[in-house]
């Protein structure tokens, strides 16, 4: 299985400043079609989970232009280039490249 | 609107079996392949299974193979997840969610709570 981990697990961050997360495949997430099928989710508390990156760096519809996704292969990055309070909550990476799909063990982002 | 609602959750013993429902409305069901995730308490998210729009092909995690079945109905509008021989550590929240383009999980329910407990 692909194990996705992610870095920091917690991120405390001013309100108006910007917040990455990284996430590390433990494998080359490119598939045999030539895409790369790295999703980046939002959990806020209370609702259900949320997509806002698709294949690395396409955001989903409705999702803010000041969250962006980059990478390649194993390495893959979520910015929030300026972090409002409705962002706070946790986020994951997810490989939907093979089965079983793997999510990383999340984000937590706070405010400080 | 495009909606998913799961249904079926409870208190269940270790041991025994439940089935959850999960309802789409607001699109063509018929065309999307659907997946099971889980939340335990205090973790993170788990996938499940999937099944291809037209019930030809399933996956399953390791964690739930040979105890859980995917199924649907698509004259219904329903997915389904027989949860059998059920322990403790199957204690999660449950969303459906519906399989996009591009392989995402593009639409989620609100999730229904399954507590194994003696």
């Known amino acids: 299985d692909i194990v996705m981990t992610q870095t920091p697990l917690s991120s405390p961050v001013t309100l108006g400043q910007p917040a990455s997360i990284s996430c590390r495949s433990s494998?080359?997430?490119?598939?045999?079609?030539?895409?790369?099928?790295l999703n980046w989710l939002q959990h806020r508390p209370g609702q259900p989970p949320r997509l806002l990156i698709y294949?690395?760096?396409n955001r989903f519809s409705g999702v803010p232009d000041r969250f962006s996704g980059s990478g390649a292969g194993t390495d893959f990055t979520l910015k929030i280039s300026r972090v409002e309070a409705e962002d706070v909550g946790v986020y994951y990476c997810?490989?939907?490249?093979?089965?079983?799909?793997?999510f990383g063990q999340g984000t937590k982002l706070e405010i400080k | 609107q495009v909606q998913l609602v799961e249904s079926g959750g409870g208190v269940v013993q270790p041991g025994r079996s439940l089935r959850l429902s999960c309802a789409a409305s607001?699109?063509?069901?018929?065309?999307?392949?659907m997946h099971w995730v889980r939340q335990a308490p205090g973790k993170g998210l788990e996938w499940v299974a999937v099944?291809?729009?037209?019930?030809?092909?399933?996956y399953y995690a390791d964690s739930v193979k040979g105890r859980f079945t995917i199924s649907r109905d698509n004259s219904e509008n329903t997915l389904y997840l027989q949860m059998s021989s059920l322990r403790a550590e199957d204690t999660a929240v449950y969303y459906c969610?519906?399989?996009?383009?591009?392989?995402?999980?593009?639409?989620w329910g609100q999730g229904t709570m399954v507590t194994v407990s003696s």
């Open positions: 969610a519906r399989w996009g383009d591009y392989r995402t999980f593009e639409i």
């Open positions: 607001g699109f063509t069901f018929s065309s999307h392949g």
């Open positions: 099944i291809w729009y037209d019930g030809s092909n399933k």
């Open positions: 494998q080359s997430l490119v598939h045999s079609d030539g895409n790369t099928y």
């Open positions: 294949k690395i760096s």
């Open positions: 997810m490989q939907a490249t093979q089965f079983p799909h793997t």
